[in-house]
């Protein structure tokens, strides 16, 4: 079993930053990719970031964000630069735990960005 808890969301004016934290307990994850997705409201949940032996954006956010991992800490990190009113949504965590899919998640955080 995995658990994956975020952190990090928040109100920040358009063109702030802000960083998000995904800390999963059970085993040293290390090994397994993680991501992150966001969902606005009224739209379907959509891929932002994800890091295994290399990292993959959404084109949305090439050059805005970046995804690390603190694998001494089992944790995720997602740093937000240049925000845009579009980036407002709920941000979540996922694993690849022991498969090719995302079959973990966190409960999420808000992120709204002001304009």
């Known amino acids: 079993q995995v658990q994956l808890v975020e952190s990090g969301g928040g109100l920040v004016q358009a063109g702030g930053s802000l960083r998000l934290s995904c800390a999963a307990s059970?085993?040293?994850?290390?090994?397994?990719?993680m991501g992150w997705f966001r969902q606005a409201p009224g739209k379907e949940r959509e891929f932002v970031a994800e890091?295994?032996?290399?990292?993959y954006y959404a084109d949305f956010v090439k050059g805005r964000f970046t995804i690390s991992r603190d694998n001494a800490k089992n944790t995720v990190y997602l740093q937000m630069n240049s925000l845009k009113p579009e980036d407002t949504a709920v941000y979540y965590c996922g694993i690849k735990y022991g498969t090719t899919r995302y079959n973990y998640w966190g409960q999420g955080t808000q992120v709204t960005v002001s304009s």
């Open positions: 890091i295994a032996g290399i990292t």
């Open positions: 059970g085993r040293t994850l290390s090994s397994y990719a």
